[in-house]
């Protein structure tokens, strides 16, 4: 081996290492480390499973792709995975095609096939416990056996971190999809041309979890929370609700939608100066479907004793906890916020949080939360990470923090 490779696989391995064992908690270790593999090898997706011996079959912890496979398993006794979970070998495909072995990944489709890639265990005291896949090289070439030892380095250094550890996946095989977006895109007129905004977004959000959703600005995150809100037009793809398809919803179907099922929190707290807390959170009331009281809807936030206070008497969390109510009164089934801690100092930011926290633990409402702060993802159930309007990667927090832990 040259000391060229010798470095680059040097180079590869610390970086993985500085993820896995300086990391702060197990599923960022894993995900940043499966990140940094994937970016190493310049591939276009990855993805490391976990086996649940109970079931026989493998979970996601974290992958980055083109799919959204959070909610899918697959048998360890089939395919590629198969091959390694059995024999506890590394595996190298060089063209999926001709590859009797190969029955495909959860990431192929029509717009993205599985050519080339690399299956490396994951090997504890214990056995092989889950495997790693990288998947096609960006620039269409082969993966060498230089590749293979960086992805072989990677397994035996999270294998090593999980069996110290140790790592509980849940499987949300239970839960039940409530939206789903598949293949959505999003064009704008730009000048003489078409600026693409969403390029293939493929999403689930299940019922009765938190889930942050990270990008720089111009990333797609606010287009698709309003296609989700029915607020925007998605161009082409299908927008689904509890199975029913929203692609193309007529007004009367958006109306009843935004009505009955969804909340809205944002940046801008958006209350009616001349009226009241109780009054702001009653407006809202009035048009839902099916509400709850609003006096309930202020006392769950908190703020019971400041229904008869005007906006100007509030404090900014204190505003923004008055919106959330108007989001709870609904009764909605999702609650959409946007940067709702943005505009919010440290304290108040912390307060609309454990409120935040609160509707997704004990009133079992789904919360689509879009922010710039990496820091509010740790409360997640899952991040998903937008780049480009693409999606660019979904993990688990296996341990996801609590409000009062999260700092910034």
């Known amino acids: 081996m040259t000391s060229d490779k010798k470095d680059r696989i040097s180079r590869a391995t610390y ?22 593999i994937i970016d190493v090898l310049e591939s276009e997706a990855g993805i490391l499973w976990f086996l649940d011996k109970k079931t026989g079959r493998l979970f996601p912890v974290c992958h980055s792709g083109p799919e959204d496979v959070s909610g899918v398993s697959i048998q360890s006794d089939s395919g590629i995975e198969g091959v390694v979970i059995a024999t506890g070998e590394k595996v190298r495909i060089e063209d999926a095609s001709v590859d009797p072995r190969f029955e495909g990944t959860v990431f192929d489709s029509q717009t993205f096939k ?66 789903s977006l598949r293949d959505v895109t999003k064009d704008y007129p730009s000048g003489e041309g078409v600026s693409h905004v969403l390029q293939g977004i493929n999403l689930d959000i299940y019922e009765n979890e938190f889930v942050v959703v ?34 193309n919803p007529t ?8 009505r009955g099922y969804l ?13 009241t807390a109780l009054e702001n959170v009653q407006f809202i009331a009035e048009i839902a479907k099916d509400p709850i009281k609003a006096e ?49 100092d440290f304290v ?15 009133q ?31 993990k688990w927090n296996l341990n996801p923090l609590s409000a009062e832990d999260i700092v910034w």
């Open 214 to 247: 990270l990008g720089e600005s111009g990333c797609g995150k606010s287009t698709m929370m309003n296609i989700i809100g029915g607020m925007d037009n998605l161009t082409s793809g299908t927008l689904t609700i509890e199975g029913k398809d929203y692609s």
């Open 114 to 179: 599985t050519k080339t890639m690399i299956c490396v265990p994951l090997t504890t005291s214990e056995g092989t416990i889950g495997l790693i896949e990288i998947i096609n090289k960006k620039d269409g070439s082969l993966y060498s056996e230089e590749d293979v030892t960086i992805s072989s380095r990677m397994a035996a250094v999270a294998a090593m971190t999980i069996e110290e550890k140790g790592l509980i996946v849940d499987t949300g095989e239970e839960k039940k999809v409530l939206i």
């Open 251 to 258: 007004d009367q179907e958006l109306t009843a939608f935004r």
């Open 263 to 275: 909340g809205f929190i944002f940046q801008a707290y958006n209350l009616m100066p001349n009226l």
């Open 296 to 344: 309930d809807a202020l006392a769950k936030v908190g703020l019971a004793d400041k229904a008869g206070s005007y906006p100007s008497q509030l404090s900014g969390g204190q505003q923004q906890r008055v919106s959330i109510a108007r989001a709870l009164v609904k009764n909605p089934r999702v609650i959409l916020a946007d940067e709702p801690t943005a505009a919010l």
């Open 364 to 394: 079992g409402t789904t919360v689509v939360m879009v922010t710039h702060n990496a820091e509010i993802a740790k409360m997640a159930n899952r991040v998903v990470k937008l780049r480009s309007g693409k999606i660019a990667s979904i």
């Open 348 to 362: 108040s930011g912390q307060e609309v949080l454990r409120v935040i926290e609160d509707i997704v633990k004990n």
């Open 15 to 36: 970086k993985i290492m500085e993820k896995l064992l300086l990391t702060d908690t197990l599923d960022e270790a894993l995900s940043g480390s499966l990140q940094t």
